[in-house]
């Protein structure tokens, strides 16, 4: 059974920063994609990030050139670091990762933007 536990979710206020962080049960070379989901209230859940194990991240529009996703596979850990966040980024953020049979999901962790 795969775990993924996020951590680093909290209330910021608007243009600040805040790091996600995601820890894996397992190996995270034996995933073909880790990624960063979120949902607002009474909104779908919408890919923010994604990293694979060859190719450039892929973002969101509306976080391009203000979150940044890294793999660390040392410890088994993708973070996403959060700059410039506003409003509109207040959600719960989820970890995600795909092997060839299923996606793992995270509990989920709150980040709230407000002043």
């Known amino acids: 059974q795969v775990q993924l536990v996020e951590s680093g979710g909290g209330l910021v206020q608007p243009g600040g920063s805040l790091r996600l962080s995601c820890a894996a049960s397992r190996t995270i070379f034996t995933f073909n994609v880790m990624a960063w989901y979120r949902q607002a209230p009474g909104k779908q859940r919408e890919l923010v990030a994604a990293?694979?194990?060859?190719?450039?991240?892929n973002y969101a529009d509306s976080v391009k050139g203000r979150f940044t996703i890294a793999s660390d596979n040392t410890k088994n850990t993708v973070d996403l670091q959060m700059n410039s966040l506003k409003p509109d980024d207040t959600a719960v953020y989820y970890c995600n990762a795909a092997d060839m049979w299923r996606h793992y999901w995270g509990q989920g962790t709150q980040v709230t933007v407000s002043s």
């Open positions: 990293i694979t194990s060859s190719g450039p991240p």
